[in-house]
């Protein structure tokens, strides 16, 4: 009887351990919601109307801009705005250059490889629309789910 014991306790003891060792999950593979938490979100913008919008001053405007200057605003992060075709910006996410990729992306995109796609935030004309961030940014991804989700209406 003492074994069984003493086997259960070496059993939890391993398993408290291990746990305790795993940190917290999810976790960004570099850091980059920590990092834009104390500084900028880099955001890279496509022109996507109605979704993205930019202005020759350099303003941006659109549903999905509002989306993320509210997420941004929940996380008390900054953006830092960049605007380029979809094809650079994808370039450009997959090089670590920049955290979020907006413009009317579908989750049909052909950039799955470059960027990790959201889950659908909502549907338009049979669409699922979605939005890409840093491959391996998993903490960043759930945090800019949820926000999407709560501001649907899905979880409050």
């Known amino acids: 009887m003492s074994r069984l ?13 291990f746990l305790s060792a795993c940190g917290t999950i999810p976790a960004d593979s570099i850091g980059t919601l920590d990092r834009a938490r104390t500084g900028d979100l880099v955001v890279g913008v496509s022109e996507h109307q109605p ?15 509002e989306l993320i200057k ?26 670590d250059q920049l955290d979020i990729v907006i413009g009317g992306l579908t989750s049909t995109s ?9 889950r659908p935030y909502t549907k338009v004309d049979g669409e699922s629309m979605v ?21 649907f209406g899905e979880i409050s």
């Open 5 to 17: 014991i003493w086997w259960r306790a070496a059993s939890i003891a391993a398993c408290v351990s």
């Open 51 to 65: 979704w993205t919008e930019v202005s020759g001053k350099g303003e941006y405007s659109g549903s999905e801009v």
């Open 70 to 95: 509210g997420f941004a605003e929940s996380i008390d992060a900054d953006v830092e705005w960049y605007s380029a075709p979809e094809s650079v910006l994808a370039g450009k996410i997959k090089e």
């Open 110 to 118: 052909p950039w799955s490889t470059h960027m990790a796609l959201t």
């Open 131 to 151: 939005m890409g961030t840093r491959l391996g940014e998993n903490e960043l991804m759930v945090a800019l789910e949820r926000y999407l989700a709560e501001e």
